[in-house]
Structures are given as structure tokens and as C-alpha cells.
């Protein structure tokens, strides 16, 4: 998972913002560290940082009573565009981990209706073209040891392989790379005489 990003720096961000929109003038003071960290609902330390990083980016200054006064508006402006980059990688980064999850949460999704539609598929005979068929890989097969885009199962047969039983495991939607074993069962949907076409196309 992503880390936050830091908060002194969106809120260092935010104050610059916030001077470029007008909020704030050159000239201005802005509020000592506990009003600031009670509007923000931060600790006074974490203010502290993000004051420091706008002193250090030259757009305030900090007198030795620890008034903070607003400077400069161009500064303000080139601290917003530094860290633009750092603020868009760090949304990527939030919007990956949710795609991420939301294709495992599919893949965990498409597996159990696909272990349900296998165990019921003795109740499906009448679904063609939808009904999986099993086909096991022989010894002899010319697939063995193969991967599945050197096969062109689809191409050759009309077939679809939806997974790949291999002992005790379910490969779910196997990808292209995925080599086949001898005594694999391969499961298809296709439609009618499906069987007889993948099998005579593997095991013949």
C-alpha cells in the first residue's frame, strides 16, 4: 500500500494555494502555529514543518517571535509547481492500489463462479453453448509442453479455455504464456460438439 503522502506538505501545499487564490497577500500574517493546527486538526509540530518548508522555499518569512509573514507570491506559485509531479504520482499511486484491489476482488469473483458453474456442470448439459466441457491433455498430446498462444486453441477449434485443472489446483483464465502438462484437464465452453473438436484437436 502506498504511504500517505506527508501532511506538512499538503498543508505547506494548501497555504500556497492559498496566497496564489488571494487568500492570503503579501504582507499578510498568518495565524500562529496552534490556530493553524487546530483549523487543520494537525499537532503544532507538524505545522512547524510545513511552515519550515515554505521559509525554505523562500515564500514566508519567520520572525524570531514566530510570526509568520507572507513574502512572496511567485515563490508560492513555483512551490505549488515543484510539487505538482509529486502530488500526481502520489493520486496514481492511490488510484492503482484501488484498481488493484478491485481486480482481485473480480478474480476471486470470476473463480467462484467458475468452481460453481464446473461443479454444477453435469445440470448445464442443456446450456450449450455456455456448458464447460472438461478434456484431459495426454501423454501424447502434441500440446504438452506447450503454451497456450503456440496452441491457438480458439483459432483452431472456436473454442475458449476458462481454466485448467492441474491435480488439486484451478488455474482460473490462464493466460497465453500458460504451458500446458500432460494429464491436465482443460476446461472449454464453445459451442456444439465442442468436445469432440478440442479433444481430436489435442489428443488426435
Not at 104 to 111: I, L, S, V
Amino acid at each position: 500500500m502506498a504511504r500517505p503522502m506527508a501532511v506538512y506538505l499538503t498543508i505547506a501545499i494548501d497555504i500556497a494555494n492559498k496566497i496564489i487564490n488571494g487568500d492570503f497577500n503579501r504582507g499578510d500574517k498568518i495565524s500562529g502555529r496552534s490556530l493553524l493546527a487546530s483549523r487543520y486538526n494537525v499537532s503544532p509540530e507538524t505545522i512547524r514543518k510545513a511552515i519550515a518548508i515554505l521559509k525554505e522555499a523562500n515564500v514566508v518569512d519567520v520572525s524570531q517571535g514566530k510570526e509568520v509573514t507572507i513574502v512572496s507570491l511567485e515563490q508560492a506559485k513555483n512551490l505549488v509547481e515543484h510539487n505538482k509531479n509529486t502530488v500526481y504520482a502520489h493520486s496514481l499511486k492511490q488510484e492503482l492500489e484501488i484498481l488493484l484491489k478491485q481486480k482481485e476482488d473480480n478474480d476471486k469473483c470470476f473463480k467462484n463462479i467458475m468452481t460453481e458453474i464446473m461443479k454444477y456442470s453435469d445440470q448445464l448439459k442443456n446450456l450449450t453453448p455456455f456448458n464447460p466441457v472438461e478434456i484431459m491433455v495426454k501423454d501424447e498430446s502434441l500440446v504438452v509442453d506447450k503454451p497456450l498462444e503456440k496452441i491457438a486453441l480458439w483459432h483452431n477449434t472456436g473454442a475458449t479455455i476458462v481454466a485448467v485443472r492441474r491435480n488439486n489446483e484451478i488455474i482460473i483464465s490462464p493466460g497465453p504464456y500458460f504451458v500446458l502438462h500432460k494429464n491436465d484437464k482443460i476446461v472449454v465452453v464453445g459451442t456444439k460438439d465442442v468436445f469432440h473438436r478440442v479433444n481430436k484437436f489435442i489428443n488426435d
